[in-house]
């Protein structure tokens, strides 16, 4: 299996005979999967649970004032403030994800080099030294050599599926981010609005009732 450690393909040399050549490159660049993680998590704990208890305490609040209001108002508020960094950031991950994968597309792994690597099972494996990789840009290099065995084809295949999948999964989520976000926003507007709206009526009420109560009415 390719992810193992220690895990390595036997692959056909085109000189003669056979080498293997460890799972992963020496220079393999993660940062991308880490970062598109990252903006997946953020954007269903804090915006999807975190926004579902905000709102629901919002509406659901028994009095308009007291440590309860209070706390209900810095969560929304809080909400509403990482319903736009989450969508920045997806939007960030998805620029950054496609042009890393981008600069790295149609790099091919020297045969060459890689059968003269002598390498071993873990821990005396030797990974391919040259080039830096996606994971994505490795596998598909892995790919297109003459692998032995047709189930270690089948398996990168599988992978590389998977990781397609999470890069292009962050088109939709990022979409989505900013529709919550404009949302979110438009919704603060109408509570501020409602807000000024019920302040007014009480100012207004309380000034008709002082006037009715006032001897020169």
């Given at each position: 299996m390719a992810p193992r450690a220690g895990g390595s393909f036997a692959v056909n040399d085109p000189n003669g005979g056979e080498f293997s050549l460890h799972g992963k490159p020496l220079h393999e660049l993660a940062d991308q999967g880490h970062g598109a993680?990252?903006?997946?998590?953020?954007?269903?704990?804090?915006?999807?649970?975190?926004?579902?208890i905000a709102i629901f305490l919002r509406h659901h609040q028994l009095k308009p004032t007291g440590f309860v209001h209070g706390f209900t108002a810095f969560l929304y508020n809080f909400w509403l403030i990482m319903t736009v960094l989450s969508?920045?950031?997806?939007?960030?991950?998805?620029?950054?994800v496609f042009t890393l994968t981008y600069q790295h597309d149609h790099q091919?792994?020297?045969?060459?080099?890689?059968?003269?690597?002598?390498?071993?099972?873990?821990?005396?494996?030797?990974?391919?030294?040259?080039?830096?990789?996606?994971?994505?840009?490795?596998?598909?290099?892995?790919?297109?050599?003459?692998?032995?065995?047709?189930?270690?084809?089948?398996?990168?295949?599988?992978?590389?599926?998977?990781?397609?999948?999470?890069?292009?999964?962050?088109?939709?989520?990022?979409?989505?981010?900013?529709?919550?976000?404009?949302?979110?926003?438009?919704?603060?507007?109408?509570?501020?609005?409602?807000?000024?709206?019920?302040?007014?009526?009480?100012r207004l009420e309380a000034a008709q009732r002082q006037k009715a109560g006032s001897p020169f009415s």
């Open positions: 993680n990252g903006a997946a998590g953020t954007a269903f704990v804090v915006i999807g649970v975190g926004g579902c969508a920045i950031f997806s939007l960030a991950s998805l620029i950054y091919d792994i020297n045969t060459s080099v890689a059968s003269q690597l002598n390498n071993q099972p873990y821990s005396n494996q030797v990974p391919y030294p040259l080039l830096t990789w996606t994971p994505q840009n490795w596998f598909a290099a892995v790919l297109r050599l003459s692998l032995v065995h047709d189930n270690d084809r089948s398996d990168i295949q599988t992978y590389l599926r998977i990781m397609h999948g999470w890069q292009w999964n962050l088109v939709p989520m990022t979409v989505l981010g900013f529709v919550v976000m404009g949302l979110a926003m438009v919704d603060r507007m109408k509570q501020r609005q409602a807000s000024i709206e019920a302040d007014g009526a009480s």
